[in-house]
């Protein structure tokens, strides 16, 4: 089975800072991976995706790049804001075509 | 905003109760799911349907119902949950049920069990 797991846990940075999430998957054999924002209570925002043949998709200040054959992802935040403070979860499909989603990580920008 | 709707976006309900939740998408995805999210957990898949047919039943107990009306509507039926079911119920849809096709998820349903 799938697992997905997101280092850290958890990413206090001050304003302005650039910062790199990462993404790590036990199967290479994906269909897709989806980069996520989730708010406190609140459900998902799709913030990028990148199909199995892709190398990286940016939008914004996001870039997120794959490398399939090692099962890595990450995801670059350029000049972080206090208003991307959120949970970012990675999502992989694969197997069934079932989505796994990894344990996230919390991201705090301080002003 | 979100393009997928759901309601209510809280819900108490008693362990006797029975209650729907309620999802709605209009971008013509042929694909919806329902998913659980507990406190500080990633979500888990509960049920897929694809152009109205189920298609995925992650082994959910059977106070969970589905219900796919039309291409646009997803329902979950609960009747005698228990304290543990009380979490985020997300809905999500999706263009296909294909390996493609990114999922576009609802702000979910906070509901608890008492």
């Known amino acids: 089975k799938q697992e997905v797991t997101q280092i850290p846990a958890a990413l206090s940075v001050p304003e302005g800072e650039n910062l790199v999430l990462n993404c790590s998957f036990t199967d290479s054999a994906i269909y897709n991976l989806q980069w996520f924002r989730q708010d406190p209570g609140k459900g998902l925002t799709s913030l990028l995706l990148?199909?199995?043949?892709?190398r990286e998709q940016t939008s914004g200040r996001l870039n997120a790049s794959l490398d399939k054959s090692s099962g890595r992802s990450t995801l670059y935040i350029a000049a972080s804001q206090p208003g991307d403070s959120a949970t970012y979860l990675c999502a992989v499909r694969s197997g069934a075509n079932n989505l796994f989603f990894g344990t996230g990580t919390r991201l705090t920008v301080i002003p | 905003d979100t393009e997928v709707t759901q309601t209510p976006k809280h819900l108490v309900m008693g362990m006797t109760n029975k209650k729907s939740l309620k999802c709605e998408q209009h971008?013509?995805?042929?694909?919806m799911y329902w998913y659980k999210q507990k406190a500080k957990k990633p979500p888990e898949l509960m049920f897929v349907y694809s152009y109205e047919k189920l298609s995925i039943n992650e082994s959910v107990p059977s106070r969970f119902s589905p219900e796919c009306p039309n291409s646009s509507l997803l329902n979950l039926h609960l009747h005698a949950l228990q304290p543990e079911d009380s979490a985020l119920y997300l809905c999500?849809?999706?263009?296909?049920?294909?390996?493609?096709?990114?999922?576009?998820f609802g702000n979910g349903t906070r509901l608890t069990v008492t």
């Open positions: 999500a849809s999706s263009q296909e049920w294909a390996q493609g096709s990114p999922l576009h």
């Open positions: 971008m013509g995805h042929r694909a």
């Open positions: 990148i199909q199995s043949s892709q």
